[in-house]
């Protein structure tokens, strides 16, 4: 059955939280509640009682990043970027035609893409920008631009690197990083793969492989980039 569900790190205790088509779940920062898509709509609910609020009826509204430092929430409603309070108030437009929003792991900066457009007027990749929650200044930090690539997605951050997937117009798709300091950009995973998700504890990357075409998770390690 199709739905949000939540269990210990060691597979046990597994328990569903929420029937549906559910997407882009992130935990709230003291893990009693998870935002998450519902068809459209972004919603929260408590992971105790299961009761479920509404932040955003949408139609479009999706990829909810919970602020680990003062638990604003960084979201998308129909392409554009906004900050709001957990119970939805103190909406703040960040900025318009955004996707993939993940926060710096110390919550100062917020981190998105927006695409970008080659001389044809057709997409060439994407543009990384950063707003500084601090400031609210907003400055783009690099381009993700290749004629091949079709868009870049699942943006997340550690203090070092932006973790993110990309798309090629051959339909393949590959994990990358990207250097904060020396701006290299480089693939880290050559098998088919996408969604990669850092976890600031750990310092390890978990994404989907789909080389064999059943989507398994893999964990990538921090210290020498294996995959296990």
């Not at 990043?65 to 437009?93: Q, V």
């Not at 609210?136 to 868009?151: A, C, H």
Request: glycine share 8%; with cysteine.
């Amino acid at each position: 059955m199709s739905g949000l569900y939540i269990m210990d790190t060691s597979g046990n205790n597994k328990r569903q939280i929420v029937q549906g088509n559910v997407n882009s779940p992130d935990w709230s920062v003291n893990d009693t509640a998870i935002i998450f898509d519902e068809g459209g709509t972004l919603s929260i609910v408590n992971t105790t009682n299961g009761i479920v609020r509404t932040i955003d009826p949408g139609p479009d509204s999706h990829t909810g990043k919970w602020n680990p430092l003062n638990n604003r929430i960084a979201y998308i409603s129909n392409s554009d970027l906004y900050l709001s309070e957990p119970n939805g108030t103190g909406k703040m437009l960040i900025m318009t035609s955004c996707a993939w929003p993940d926060w710096s792991p110390d919550g100062r900066y917020l981190f998105f893409l927006r695409p970008s457009q080659g001389s044809s007027g057709t997409r060439n990749g994407d543009t990384l920008y950063r707003f500084d929650s601090q400031t609210g200044m907003k400055s783009i930090f690099n381009y993700f631009l290749d004629e091949g690539y079709r868009y870049n997605s699942h943006l997340s951050i550690s203090e070092e690197k932006a973790y993110f997937s990309s798309v090629f117009s051959d339909v393949s798709a590959h994990v990358y990083d990207y250097h904060f300091d020396n701006y290299f950009i480089a693939r880290i995973v050559n098998s088919l793969s996408y969604s990669p998700d850092f976890d600031a504890i750990s310092g390890r990357v978990i994404y989907t492989n789909r080389e064999r075409g059943d989507g398994r998770l893999w964990i990538l390690r921090r210290m020498d980039l294996s995959e296990s």
